[in-house]
T-cell receptor
């Protein structure tokens, strides 16, 4: 049951360049999407989110883009820094009733090289 | 900055024993969650809790699992008759409202031998 898919298990970029992490989803009932960052031995840390009524949300170096027709979202980090090296999880949430649980992707390990 | 805390950080138990994992959610939050991540797999939803009741639970959350808010600050996950396959990282999360962002604790690593 892969309702949220992150097809790239890992990504390596140079410091200062752009990192683009991708996420696809299959459930059209999802209407809110989040990105979490996770360091080893820590819990997921909220990074940025986007509602399905928007196609872009920006917070500092982080921008999330949503293409609802393609059921695809991406996280852009510009410029990438070595401290950004972590596992990034895409998560999705539905609306109404009891559908507020988060459904996570498998994560993408980002390595930013100095 | 307020944060979710969890204890212990690592729990080792024998198969068949009972364990209690503890969480202190962010103080003004009303919605509480447990998730787990088996090594190498996705983070999976277990249960949500609001107003002293379970709001939603997954198929993983069978009758060996229970949750409780014994006082105004703690939120616990109890697993009875533990199995080897319960070994995982267990994350507690909380949110101020149903639609607000869920904030996660650092996790408890449960090892069932």
């Amino acid at each position: 049951d892969q309702q949220v898919k992150q097809n790239s298990p890992s990504l390596s970029v140079q410091e200062g360049r752009i990192s683009i992490l991708n996420c696809d989803y299959t459930n059209s009932m999802f209407d809110y999407f989040l990105w979490y960052k996770k360091y080893p031995a820590e819990g997921p840390t909220f990074l940025i989110s986007i509602s399905s009524i928007k196609d872009k949300n920006e917070d500092g170096r982080f921008t999330v883009f949503l293409n609802k027709s393609a059921k695809h979202l991406s996280l852009h980090i510009v410029p990438s820094q070595p401290g950004d090296s972590a596992v990034y999880f895409c998560a999705a949430r539905g609306i109404g009733g009891s559908n507020y649980k988060l459904t996570f992707g498998k994560g993408t390990l980002l390595t930013v090289n100095p | 900055e307020p944060e979710v805390t969890q204890t212990p950080s690592h729990q080792v138990t024998q198969m068949g024993q009972e364990v209690i994992l503890r969480c202190v959610p962010i103080s003004n939050h009303l919605y509480f969650y447990w998730y787990r991540q088996i090594l190498g797999q996705k983070v999976e939803f277990l249960v949500s809790f609001y107003n002293n009741e379970i709001s939603e639970k997954s198929e993983i959350f069978d009758d060996r699992f229970s949750v409780e808010r014994p006082d105004g600050s703690n939120f616990t996950l109890k697993i009875r008759s533990t199995k080897l396959e319960d070994s995982a990282m267990y994350f507690c999360a909380s949110s101020a409202s149903l639609t607000d962002t869920q904030y996660f604790g650092p996790g408890t690593r449960l090892t069932v031998l």
